[in-house]
């Protein structure tokens, strides 16, 4: 967690000046104050060995997916290799080491998040999928006509549009809360929409396109006070940060695995146990079911009851994997690295003439989103490909955020905890290259 | 191999810097906007016809180097054109940018050639047609939204 008086506090432990191959300025500490061994950690993932038209992969687009571990493709591999077979139905050995397999990860999700039981932890193909479920399982059994869902005006498409589909299911009304140019929430504004006829807040953690982080306890106390549950997508939070559902104390969390180190096609919804109890199921299948008969049928208690057909076994089991690589190397350890790449990158970045930052919260993590002035973003995620760089270029699937910014896009750089100073070098030096071709 | 210097030629960086025909026009009798949602860039075109002749043609809107410079191009290339002469030239743009023309036949694309280096960057061709996408629409139809997807 970044504060603008940590980026000056940080500009001690950034005194010494790297070498003269840089073509920017910026102080580069010698010595990380985090003792994070990157070099070493780096090798534990085999897509950042190769290079790119012959250069090295500078890969600065993890708030789009995150790479993945060995271990998370060797566990998934071994799975499809030696276990695999179908959950929660065989009677058979491989039947029983798989649903064995499935089980454990739901266990490791609920203490890697602190939930009080496995009971709220289902499994989802994604944050998209887990915040389509709270919408069309919570909100159409509680919203009628004339009701409001409060968002916020940086929500990534996916916390925008399964409400605004309920809204037309329900009458209700989604109302987004103001943010500020430097992309903070504007919380007072937000407290002014929570009324009478607030039935839910859906909120983002961790912004994709600005990398504000939201004070979400504030905001969930403010919610709470007025008897209204809160839905936090957690998609780029949880890659991050420490989330811990009892200090949020949110209803619903979503995120996804493929975000966290994991496989794509997995991901989490965590329920408040009573909430996702009354709720409806959201698909109907296999594996949800208590008893079927052709009149009617009666749900398998939670979590099974939302988790209709065979889930992506192979990939629950690689996010075990993820979720354990995540904990061995320490979350705190990982913010604090991304920390300082973040503030670095920032320092490198916005001095470079002609280049303005989007999205400079007091508090952010992992994502520098910025414009060059005479320069389309797609032009300059062209430029840097060529030289190996991933970042990306465009709207971010935050369309609304880009709108009230007054950017039709940006380019964002966003990180990991194996991105080193280097490739923040790396990156200020591709955009000078682009500077030059653009002047 | 990819080449970014035969992807931003200095005509397209020219045209992206000083775009030709980059104006609303107000007494036109046709207008298409084009969308890549992609992206989120969109650019309206305009044109004037005359007796099946287009006799002015504008645009304005967001866009990369190379939309924009495809768009400014786009204007100067079908001004004075019918419109079989005009749809003719989109399918040679799309082929040239696609990598799918014939060597012969780009001599009659004149500036136009500046995009080949589009075919090597199969994720770009989107850029280079939107403008196309809309020129074809507002052909087709006097108040016509398109998208590149």
Sequence with gaps: ????????????????????????????????????DVERVRTDFPILQQTIRGKPLVYL????????????????????????????RGVHHLSERATEAYDRVREQVARFINASSTREIIFTRGTTEGINLVAQSYGRTHLKPGDDIIITAMEHHSNIVPWQLLCEQTGAVLRAAPISDTGEL?????????????????????SNALGTINPIKRLVALAHERGIPVLVDGAQAAPHLRVDMQDLDCDFFVFSGHKVYGPTGVGVLYGREALLEQMPPYQGGGDMIATVTLQRSTWAPLPAKFEAGTPAIAGVIGLGSALEYVDKLGLDKIAAWEDELLGYATESVSQIEGVRLIGTARKKAG?????????????????????????????????????????PATARASFAFYNTFAEVDALANGLLTVKKMFA | MASLSGLYQ?????????????????????RAEGI????????????KMEDGIIR???????????????????????KGKTRAEAEALVERFRSLVTGSLQKDQTESLGKLVAFSGLSEFPI????????????RAALDEPDAVVSTE
């Design chain 2, 124 to 135: 770009r061709v989107k850029c280079a047609s939107l403008s196309w996408h809309a020129l």
């Design chain 1, 186 to 206: 504007d919380v007072e504004g937000y407290e002014q929409l929570l009324g009478d006829r607030t039935r839910l807040v859906a909120v983002v953690h961790v």
């Design chain 1, 61 to 88: 687009d993890n708030a789009a997916t995150s790479q993945k571990p060995r271990v998370v493709i060797d566990s998934m591999a071994r799975f499809y290799a030696a276990e695999n077979a179908n959950i929660h």
């Design chain 2, 36 to 47: 890549n949602p992609l992206c989120g860039d969109r650019l309206t075109v305009w044109l």
């Design chain 2, 10 to 30: 200095d005509l397209i960086l020219d045209h992206n810097r000083a775009p030709q025909n980059f104006r609303r026009m107000e007494d036109a009798n046709r």
């Design chain 1, 1 to 36: 967690m970044r504060g603008a008086a940590g980026q000056r506090g940080n500009r001690a432990v950034l005194a010494e000046r790297i070498g003269s191959e840089s073509a920017i300025a910026a102080p580069r500490p010698s010595r990380p104050a985090v003792p994070l």
């Design chain 1, 367 to 407: 994502v520098l989103g910025f414009v060059m002035e005479g320069v389309h973003p797609h032009d300059i995620g062209t430029i840097l490909d060529d030289e190996g760089i991933a970042i990306r270029a465009g709207h971010h699937c935050a369309q609304p955020v880009m709108e009230r910014l007054g950017v």
């Design chain 2, 56 to 78: 002015d043609v504008a645009f304005q809107g967001s866009g990369c180097a190379i939309s924009k410079a495809s768009a400014s191009l786009m204007t100067g290339a079908v």
